[in-house]
């Protein structure tokens, strides 16, 4: 039975079955007004002349035009949401190993707009980043394996007015994929209430599958670190949540 569950998780990083689940997803949202996704076509277009599961992706751009509860200033009313992601793989044991390469990216770079329908103001902007660490050195201070952490490039250089800006907390949070992305944009910016696609979409079968599997590949393994007979080398309940004591 183990080594069933295994052979599921390394087939989920198959290219073949990555490439499945990409034109599937592709097909579920084409209909939908969201945004430009014009770089996962592209990537479609290039997996069959990939010989590793490798994957650099920037802007996909997710379009929203209706306040944000919470956002500030309140005036903003229109935002642009571009998530960019990388995953490359490493040769290690998955069963021991975190074998998702250092050169892991996730960042969402936002702009945010006071629109009156004629024009649209500056934009204000907004940056998030999920990182995963690397251990090179014993850090200052707690860090998660994998963290969301706020700033980066994208907001080097600006006026930060009276806004203080800190590098702490990390939050900790497992990696993500574009597809639990994608799910972790849409069920945390798109109210529901406003934009019904998103509660129909979750309830696609196929959607479902897709985001499954895509939990399988990359949650599965960091959540074990909370099983007591977890032996796994890297994901360990210390190492992605240091906050614990045992």
Known sequence: MNWLKGKEQMDNWSLRNFRQDLSKFLELIRDYQIGDFDSLYSLQGKIDSLDSFKYEIKDIVFN????ISGTMPETLNKYKISLANTISL????????????KDYLFELNIDSFVSTGESDSKPYKNCWHLDKHIDSS????????????????????????DISIFSSPRLPHPPM?????????IS?????????????????YEYRQIIRRAQERLWTPYFKAFDSANTHQDFTINKIFPLYLD
């Open 138 to 161: 014993e850090p200052k201070y707690t860090h998660p394996t994998y963290h969301f952490h706020f700033g980066g490039d994208y907001l080097e250089g600006l006026d930060t007015g």
């Open 177 to 185: 994929d574009f597809f639990l992305g994608f799910h972790f944009i």
């Open 188 to 204: 945390n910016f798109y109210s529901a209430r406003d934009f019904p696609f998103v509660n129909e979409l979750k309830e696609k």
């Open 90 to 101: 490493v040769n290690k044991d998955y069963t021991k190993n975190d074998i998702v390469d």
């Open 64 to 67: 929203l035009n209706k306040r």
